[in-house]
């Protein structure tokens, strides 16, 4: 059993920066890949960006590609986002996850449904 608790939302004009952090409690951490995903009002739930469970490889939406970084520290059982150059299009719900399989990779991070741990969200808001 993973639990995920998220922090680090908040308001922030367009153009600023934000870093989430996700603490994970449970044993099983440090061998399961993570992934953030975001949901806007009206609006389905999409991926953000994720990172194997060693931190080797992080993929990213492309719509986040170069301005999102995802990390994680396992001694830490935390999983990062930092957000620069937001804008208001990045105003939404902000969940992590953890993968249901361990030691896994590629493009299943960016599907919602191999996720079976999820946070209960931190808002971001981008004014503009």
């Known amino acids: 059993q993973v639990q995920l608790v998220e922090s680090g939302g908040g308001l922030v004009q367009a153009g600023g920066s934000l870093r989430l952090s996700c603490a994970a409690s449970?044993?099983?951490?440090?061998?399961?890949?993570m992934g953030w995903f975001r949901q806007a009002p009206g609006k389905e739930r999409e991926f953000v960006a994720a990172?194997?469970?060693?931190?080797?490889?992080?993929y990213y939406a492309d719509s986040v590609k170069g301005r999102f970084t995802i990390s994680r520290d396992n001694a830490k059982n935390t999983v990062y986002l930092q957000m620069n150059r937001l804008n208001p299009e990045d105003t939404a719900v902000y969940y992590c996850?953890?993968?249901?399989?361990?030691?896994?990779?590629?493009?299943?991070?960016?599907?919602?449904?191999?996720?079976?741990?999820w946070g209960q969200g931190t808002q971001v808001t981008v004014s503009s």
């Open positions: 449970g044993r099983t951490f440090s061998n399961k890949a």
């Open positions: 996850a953890a993968d249901r399989e361990r030691y896994t990779g590629g493009d299943r991070l960016r599907r919602s449904t191999n996720y079976d741990y």
């Open positions: 990172i194997t469970w060693n931190g080797g490889s992080t």
